[in-house]
């Protein structure tokens, strides 16, 4: 039984180039939902996907960033133009809404993380 | 103001201490809520959901006063193993199922 993955772990790029992060869900899980934390602060929520249809997006996502996860399955952050200030940990989560799954309905499950610096 | 607000601490406690953090929210649509824990550059990790009778497990307890917009986590009989950060989570109030985290609440026990 596997949990959320997340690659890479650690990316360090020069500002204004752009990143992609992977996100690989628990298998049965329908939602994924990306976060965004910093330094002494809580996870901030982005965006979530329902299978394939993204269903809602903060205001914390500008144009810069967008986020696909075309077949169900694992999504995509990418991040255009990078700026210093979207070095932060990307968090991804996944849950299962529906009945028959062995771990508890709606309950979100963390990836470890993909931590962005931005020199 | 904050969505979700937590005294961010740190609260330095010696073994064996009982310790208790609050936690005050904002969204009154909010219907569920949780206790995540984090340790240092990791993940959060679900210690808790939280219901309005209030619920125990082991050492930690959890209560919610949705009058008040009011929860609070009791740790009892405090382990150098409960050392973390404490973040305090609400739904974001509609389906979709969003949260909305506090900004956490340190801990460190002490031998």
């Known amino acids: 039984d596997t949990g959320v993955s997340q690659d890479p772990r650690h990316k360090i790029t020069k500002r204004g180039q752009n990143v992609t992060f992977r996100c690989d869900p628990i298998s049965e899980h329908n939602r994924l939902y990306w976060y965004r934390q910093t330094l002494g602060q809580g996870p901030e929520f982005l965006t979530y996907f329902q299978n394939e249809a993204q269903l809602e997006k903060s205001r914390l996502l500008s144009d810069r960033f967008s986020a696909e996860r075309p077949k169900g399955s694992f999504s995509t952050l990418e991040i255009q133009r990078t700026e210093q200030g979207d070095s932060a940990m990307y968090l991804c989560?996944?849950?299962?809404?529906?009945?028959?799954?062995?771990?508890?309905?709606?309950?979100?499950?963390f990836g470890p993380g993909t931590r962005l610096t931005v020199l | 103001r904050k969505e979700v607000e937590q005294d961010p601490g740190p609260f330095n406690v010696p073994e064996g201490a009982t310790v208790a953090f609050n936690c005050t929210y904002s969204?009154?649509?909010?219907?569920?809520f949780f206790w995540y824990r984090q340790d240092c550059r990791k993940e959060p990790k679900l210690l808790m959901s939280?219901?309005?009778s209030g619920n125990e497990d082991g050492r930690f307890t959890a209560q919610l006063n949705r009058a008040s917009q009011y929860i609070s986590l009791l740790i009892r009989d405090s382990k150098l193993s409960d050392s973390a950060t404490y973040l305090c989570v609400v739904n974001g109030g509609n389906q979709g199922g969003k949260l909305i985290f506090g900004q956490g609440t340190e801990l460190s026990v002490k031998p």
């Open positions: 939280v219901y309005s």
């Open positions: 989560a996944s849950s299962w809404t529906g009945t028959g799954s062995g771990r508890a309905k709606d309950t979100q499950y």
């Open positions: 969204n009154s649509a909010s219907q569920s």
